[in-house]
């Protein structure tokens, strides 16, 4: 989840908490801001998430929040190869990879790219996609 939209939520629910604390009787105020406060830890513990079911050939490029998966399956015939890439050239993938250097893309028969990982060194990089080749069952090597 963007730090924008949590600060945004979070700054949201404060001002709620103070509204129950300034306006309302004292009961209703610490019920109020118990149930206000209640969202904030999910909300700053959701995270970016990649699912990929090779048997059923479709992934999920969503969020992971309190519990639930939040975004769409997407359907796939194939995965034509995963390449490393400097950052500079995933100029729409960017941001997800939070200054790093290299970053690994699945490419699909579609020529649709899928941000992976991202490192500063490319040889980690290679050694976190050996178990990914492993794991998806790709016959192809880095």
Do not use: C
Not at 49 to 56: D, H
Not at 121 to 131: F, N, P, R, V
């Amino acid at each position: 989840m963007p730090l924008w939209l949590r600060l945004f939520i979070s700054g949201f629910l404060f001002v709620g908490m103070l509204y129950a604390n300034f306006l309302m009787s004292e009961e209703i105020a610490i019920l109020l801001t118990i149930s206000l406060a209640t969202p904030v830890l999910p909300i700053w513990n959701a995270y970016r998430l990649l699912e990929i079911n090779n048997q059923a050939k479709a992934y999920l490029e969503g969020y992971w929040f309190a519990g639930f998966r939040l975004g769409p399956w997407k359907r796939f015939r194939e995965i034509k190869e995963i390449r490393i890439l400097k950052m500079a050239n995933l100029h729409q993938l960017k941001r997800r990879s939070k200054g790093k250097a290299f970053g690994a893309v699945m490419i699909m028969e579609n020529e649709d790219q899928v941000y992976l990982i991202g490192s500063n060194s490319k040889d980690k990089l290679k050694g976190w996609l050996k178990e990914i080749y492993i794991k998806l069952e790709l016959n192809k090597s880095i």
